[in-house]
């Protein structure tokens, strides 16, 4: 009878919960975190527990973590290089050990050659299906429905120079369904139809997420973060999440939404990484490790997204890693560069080139423009900040109130309100990477656009630029679209990022900044033209020549409003030069995203993902942050003065079922282990995982072992009668060197070793004696607490 257990709590019920708590609602959506798709395989080579019993080997699930809890980096690491020690000490012993050997060093770099070749081939994918798709809300191709716009006017021979975007290949829906493309009655049909498709591919979106894949939605990359930092959040990387978020994110875009697939791509590589991951043992059976991998796959979701693979390197180094050695440098240096090799093959912008808005600029810039680049600068500091605030409180608001039931209704309405709002302005009918390389192009002889509607000039016929080039009627017109434009584009993000679709942030904050940096151009171009004697344009521009690009102003209004949002700086800076070949002008883009990060800092420390991180409440600790307070480990650590005693196990002369009552009457995730209730002597430290699976496996092998069993974490357990039960022997799964601090130890340094040790507890101790315990948590709610914010907003352990 006794070996039915006392613990209610076993190895099975770790690995199929079946209670309504494994509902959580994390960014928003009430997810269900029983699906264990992305967990490693528990073979028998798996953890290190070891019981004292005649099946003296591994347990299985020793060693793993549960669902929303923090990793052991300090463990995940000691136990790789267990591993890579016993390797190679047996490489010398046979060629099968050397080649396994080999083999292992080598599989890290299969492991990024794999990743950057899949990530690459997503996301070209992604970005043709997402052309097709946009262009089809406008209209069809007859030769072939599967062109876009641009690849169905190709072979055409009856294209002109004036209308080079019309060909009879391509009909919009006015011409296919009322055969005329002019008049009142054709705008109308056209405007349905980009409702209707637009209404049709977000519906489709958000219902496919919200079937399958509740992570598919969002940006991805403040979870991504908190998986970095070392919490574990199962599923986010699984097969489904990446099959979702792929279909889904050309759906997103495609609908004419304001978001971007830039920071989803993100996302994307993590998930090609985590799944590959399963192929390598190594990886597979260590989550420290599998990290290094994810930070290498972050570097490759920013190299696809812009073609960037320096500056995708330098984004996970900046902004996304927790923990980056230089080895992983080295191989996300390589999985970036296959996965734009691999983007380049697939030439999915068919310009063969692998940036993404290509510019050629002709004039160089002059030093007195560094105001205005500064200007744009504090504009971009000042929309930054604004966003973080302005969404913040729109999310806050959907998570706490009714809205927040009605996902679909939401997308539906915003991409309603969107589309019925663009449709009639052609700069926000378009999509944000269009728009963007509209904004950045520089005006020549052979452009139509609008924005290069100048007035006739005697030299224009001599050069292929424009000298002298004063504003026409349509230059005057579009910058009132743009206008327009810029307002709709502000308000529209800001409820649009963090709904229940796949959404970027990354394309629609550079859309406002190059609206805001084009109107400055221009407006500076026009200033110079027509007050060329001014004292500030006299040094250095003469009469008739050309000496203001707008096209420059919109690429580094860009970057500042990037860099207001994300705080992003050196990464940011290699992205914009290698998005638009522009490698002469980096000093106005230092200056404007160097201005941007300081005004936006001064009105809020927070980035966007930061910003969204302390929202949904994960357990992130970060390192940018500084702890500034005077407080000590004993105003922080558990106990409290007036809290129940601290709970803990002894080394020796506790029995199987008190230590499982002790499991079943607390909910902690460890148990310090104490010499004796009286002297409170540290011993060492035991995951309740690690436990309760032990006591289960020995239930269950081990002949004999029934609750009055005593427990050893001992290694050498004293003689036992010969007439009593046998013993279970739990010193293989003991932390022998838990990190302690005295009581006396400053707050200060307690958090940095938190931070650059990746603790997820640490134990306090008065002159040898046990006092209590800090945990991760305790230190982001004391945190929270002496910032005056809700300490209860941290949800995680």
Not at 244 to 258: N, R
Not at 605 to 634: C, D, M, S, V
Request: glycine content about 8%.
């Amino acid at each position: 009878m006794d070996n039915a257990g006392f613990c209610n709590e076993t190895y099975e019920s770790l690995h199929n919960p079946a209670s309504d708590d494994e509902l959580v609602d994390v960014a928003g959506a009430t997810l269900d975190f029983s699906s264990t798709e992305d967990v490693p395989p528990l073979d028998t080579e798996y953890g290190s527990g070891m019981l004292g019993s005649p099946l003296n080997e591994p347990v299985p699930g020793v060693g793993t973590y549960e669902d929303f809890n923090t990793i052991d980096w300090v463990r995940e690491k000691s136990k790789d290089r267990d591993r890579h020690r016993e390797i190679t000490s047996k490489s010398e012993q046979s060629t099968w050990d050397l080649l396994h050997s080999i083999s292992d060093a080598f599989s890290g770099w299969l492991l990024m050659l794999l990743i950057g070749l899949l990530s690459g081939a997503l996301a070209g994918c992604i970005d043709i299906s997402a052309h097709w798709l946009t262009d089809l809300k406008e209209g069809v191709c007859l030769s072939g429905f599967w062109f876009n716009h641009e690849h169905c006017c190709w072979g055409s021979n009856q294209t002109t120079f004036q209308e080079r975007d019309r060909c009879p290949q391509w009909q919009s829906w006015a011409e296919l369904l009322g055969g005329s493309s002019e008049g009142a009655a054709a705008y109308i049909v056209n405007y349905l139809m980009f409702m209707l498709c637009a209404l049709l591919f977000s519906f489709l979106a958000v219902i496919l997420v919200r079937a399958f894949a509740p992570y598919a939605c969002g940006s991805g990359i403040p979870e991504i973060k908190t998986i970095l930092s070392g919490f574990i959040i199962r599923g986010y990387l699984g097969k489904w999440t990446l099959i979702i978020k792929t279909i889904t994110l050309v759906l997103a875009v495609s609908s004419g939404l304001s978001l971007g697939k830039e920071g989803p791509l993100v996302h994307v590589a993590c998930c090609c990484a985590n799944i590959l991951c399963h192929l390598f043992t190594k990886y597979r059976q260590n989550e420290a490790k599998r990290r290094e991998v994810l930070s290498a796959a972050a570097a490759v979701g920013v190299s696809v997204a812009f073609g960037a693979p320096i500056g995708g390197v330098l984004f996970s180094l900046e902004e996304v890693s927790y923990y980056f050695p230089l080895k992983t440098l080295w191989r996300s240096f390589f999985a970036a560069l296959v996965a734009a090799f691999t983007l380049r093959s697939i030439n999915p912008f068919g310009n063969s080139r692998l940036v993404l808005f290509y510019v050629e600029f002709h004039t160089p810039w002059h030093m007195v423009e560094l105001v205005p680049f500064i200007l744009l600068g504090i504009f971009g500091g000042l929309w930054g900040a604004l966003f973080i605030r302005a969404n913040i409180a729109w999310c806050r608001r959907r998570k706490t109130t009714r809205l927040g039931h009605y996902p679909v209704l939401e997308v539906l309405v915003v991409t309603g309100i969107t589309a019925l709002l663009s449709f009639p302005n052609s700069y926000t009918r378009m999509s944000g990477s269009e728009l963007i390389s509209e904004l950045f192009n520089d005006c020549s002889l052979l452009d139509s656009s609008q924005l290069c509607d100048y007035n006739s000039s005697e030299n224009r016929a001599f050069s292929n630029t424009l000298p002298d080039r004063p504003a026409g009627p349509g230059v005057y017109t579009a910058l009132w679209q743009l206008a327009l434009a810029l307002f709709f584009k502000m308000l529209v993000t800001v409820v649009t990022f963090g709904m229940k679709v796949p959404s970027g942030l990354f394309i629609p904050s550079m859309a406002v900044g190059a609206i805001a940096g084009r109107l400055l151009g221009v407006a500076m171009e026009q200033m110079a033209l027509n007050h060329h004697d001014w004292l500030i344009v006299k040094g250095w521009c003469s009469s008739g020549a050309d000496c203001i690009t707008p096209g420059l102003y919109a690429m580094v209004g860009a970057a500042a409003c990037l860099g207001g949002v994300t705080r992003m700086t050196i990464s940011l800076v290699v992205i914009m030069f290698e998005l638009t070949g522009g490698l002469e002008y980096i000093v106005p883009l230092m200056a404007a995203i160097m201005t941007s990060k300081w005004v936006a800092d001064a009105l809020g420390r927070e980035g966007i993902y930061e910003a969204h991180i302390r929202l949904n409440g994960y357990p992130f600790l970060e390192t940018k942050e500084e702890y500034g307070h005077k407080t000590l480990a004993q105003d922080v650590m558990r106990p409290r003065q007036s809290d129940p005693l601290l709970v803990v196990l002894t080394q020796e002369g506790m029995s199987v079922g008190e230590i499982e009552g002790v499991i079943a009457d607390t909910d902690y995730s460890g148990f310090p282990v104490v010499v004796s209730q009286e002297s409170q002597r540290l011993v060492g430290f035991v995951l309740r995982r690690d436990l309760v699976i032990s006591l289960d496996n020995a239930r269950k092998r081990q002949e004999g072992v029934v609750s009055a069993s005593l427990v050893f974490f001992l290694e050498h357990v004293p003689p036992q009668p010969f007439s009593g039960p046998p013993v279970v022997k739990l010193r293989g799964i003991l932390d022998l060197s838990p990190f302690t601090v005295t009581d006396h130890t400053p707050m200060a340094i307690a958090v940095d070793i938190f931070r650059k040790l990746g603790l997820r507890q640490c134990l306090v101790t008065h002159n040898g004696r046990l006092l209590g315990i800090i945990t991760k948590k305790d230190i982001l709610k004391h945190m929270a607490q002496m910032s005056n914010r809700d300490p209860d907003s941290i949800l995680f352990n």
